[in-house]
């Protein structure tokens, strides 16, 4: 079965027993290099302990075929800025390389402007180097993706719960990798997920 990992969970797992990087590396390596996703979030980058140890996890995780999502989940008051502070350019100088390496990348539509200039989702995917698939949910329910070599808009009952969301759209994308289409096999190649399948991975995320 495909294996999920949310990056936070297990580093601080692992810091009960470990306090350098190198000791957190070697923790979890074994547990993520089996897995099919890393979920990772924005507030990953925050503390100096974890921003490296992500960082030297990435580097071993990727060549081992693990694919990266990531949610943007701004928390501003996390990083000791005032509520609905936009990110700084401190912020961003570290968020870029991590948004350089996914593969799916979800956000609001204000994170989009905030973090990539636009909310644009095909502008997002054809900035990065991976191209990666990119989904934007708006708290009015709406939905707008570039996925897979697809593009669309829809109206959904979802609202506020953006968490559960992506994780249940990761969890379809890990049972059905061919959704994503060119996603995760590098830029150049033409392959397009089933049109249908993915509307209906979408519809399944939204509703859950």
Known sequence: MPTIIDFHAVFSKACASHETPAGLVENLMPEVSKASWLLITSNSLI????STTLTMVLERAIPHGVAIALDVAWQPDSWGLEPDTKPTPEVL???????????????????????FSSHDPLAIHSSLSQRPGVAITGTDGSVGWCIGGRMGTMETQMHNDQESFFSALIESFAEKPSLLGNAGEGPGTEAVADSEGLTDALLSAASK
Do not use: K, S, V, W
């Not at 503390?47 to 974890?50: K, P, Q, S, Y």
């Not at 100088?93 to 402007?113: G, K, M, N, V, Y």
């Open 47 to 50: 503390g100096a302990t974890e």
């Open 93 to 115: 100088r570290r968020f870029l390389p991590l948004a350089q390496e996914a593969a799916l990348i979800h956000c609001t539509p204000e994170e989009a402007d905030d973090f």
